[in-house]
């Protein structure tokens, strides 16, 4: 979703395609860096540990299968959810997330609920996880920057969240503030969003039950670059609009400022429905590449409308789509 240009002036679509240069250099820096002694041994010993701790956790999280949401297609390889992210808190290259996002402390993690509600609440990570039956579904998801999975995700309808909390008749919108802490997050020196990651959903939007609050995916927690240890799943909308790591939501009155919105308002807006009709405006939506398929005769796949997800069109049908992109 960066803007990137070849030296010719051509405009680069996928960032992720062209992008060793980028893990070289930050490799580099942080050899760098090393050798400057800005980092001191006992924290790279950490950050070291730290990552093994990443890579090794795979603590185990069960959820109930749910056989209304599932999708026919081929899960994607375990592998590929978790080497080829988006998660600019950590580097906006699609290894960095795998690569950094080892010394984000998913434990302990509280999440603050507040604003139009008749029961604000702090609420700690197990309490959060207890407030409703855990189950998996699978879901196709789609990125802005036209590629998509089908990953096997643990949680429940934010529905149920939504209900405990019971929002006032002002509530409108939800916001979603993810973390931002530059000690674990390396990505937030780099200006490429206002940080905090914020994203937003109508209240009706958020209240259907596609919405997924999610904890894990492939019968684990969520591995740190997925969004470790809370966010939410919007299948039928581009994957930006899946906000990991939250910290903070609430309910609004007004439709919340996001950070793709603020950034690039003319190429993302606020509501984001998968739409191939829509154009972005440096590229087509029309179809996609499922990550895993990938090979010099493998025919892109063409992109549906709401990703597949017919369902939420009602939530929809006064609105003109190519207006409130
Ligand atoms: N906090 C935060 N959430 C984020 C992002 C991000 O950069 N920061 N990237 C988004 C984008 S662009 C996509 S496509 C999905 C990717 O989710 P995945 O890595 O679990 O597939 O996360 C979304 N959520
Ligand atoms: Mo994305």
């Given at each position: ?24 250099e930050s490799r580099r820096n942080f050899i760098r860096q090393i050798a400057l002694g800005s ?27 749910n056989p209304a949401y599932v999708v026919m297609d081929r899960p994607s390889a375990y592998k ?246």
């Open positions: 979703m960066l803007i990137k240009r070849s030296p010719n002036g051509i405009e680069i679509p996928f960032p992720s395609e062209i992008t060793p240069q980028h893990i070289f980092i001191a041994g006992g924290a790279l010993l950490e950050m070291a540990g730290r990552q093994a701790l990443a890579q090794n956790s795979g603590q185990k999280l069960a959820g109930k299968p590929d959810a978790t080497t080829y992210n988006n998660f600019y808190e950590f580097g906006t290259d699609k290894a960095d997330p795998a690569k950094y996002a080892g010394s984000l402390k998913p434990r302990p993690w509280s999440i603050v609920i507040e604003g139009e509600v008749k029961k604000p609440v702090m609420l700690d990570l197990d309490s959060l996880i207890k407030l409703a039956p855990l189950e998996e579904r699978i879901y196709r998801l789609r990125c802005v920057e036209g590629w998509s999975m089908v990953i096997p995700w643990i949680g429940y309808s934010l529905s149920a969240l939504i209900k405990k909390v019971e929002p006032t008749g002002n509530a409108k919108f939800i916001e979603f503030v993810t973390l931002a802490d530059p000690k674990q997050m390396p990505g937030l020196r780099s200006p490429v969003l206002d940080w905090p990651y914020v994203e937003g959903l109508r209240i009706d939007e958020a209240n259907h039950p596609l919405a997924l609050l999610t904890f894990g995916m492939y019968g684990e927690v969520l591995p740190h670059q997925n969004g470790a240890p809370v966010r939410i799943v919007l299948p039928w909308k581009y994957g930006f609009k899946s906000a990991k790591s939250i910290v903070k939501i609430r309910f609004v009155r007004e439709q919340p400022k996001t950070a793709w919105s603020r950034a690039a308002p003319q190429e993302y807006g606020f509501y984001s429905n998968v739409n191939p009709a829509v154009d972005h405006p440096r590229w087509s939506q029309a179809s996609e590449r499922r990550i895993g398929e990938d090979g010099f005769f493998t025919r892109k796949r063409k992109t549906l409308m709401f990703n597949g997800y017919n369902e939420v069109a009602s939530l929809y049908a006064e609105m003109d789509l190519g207006k409130f992109f």
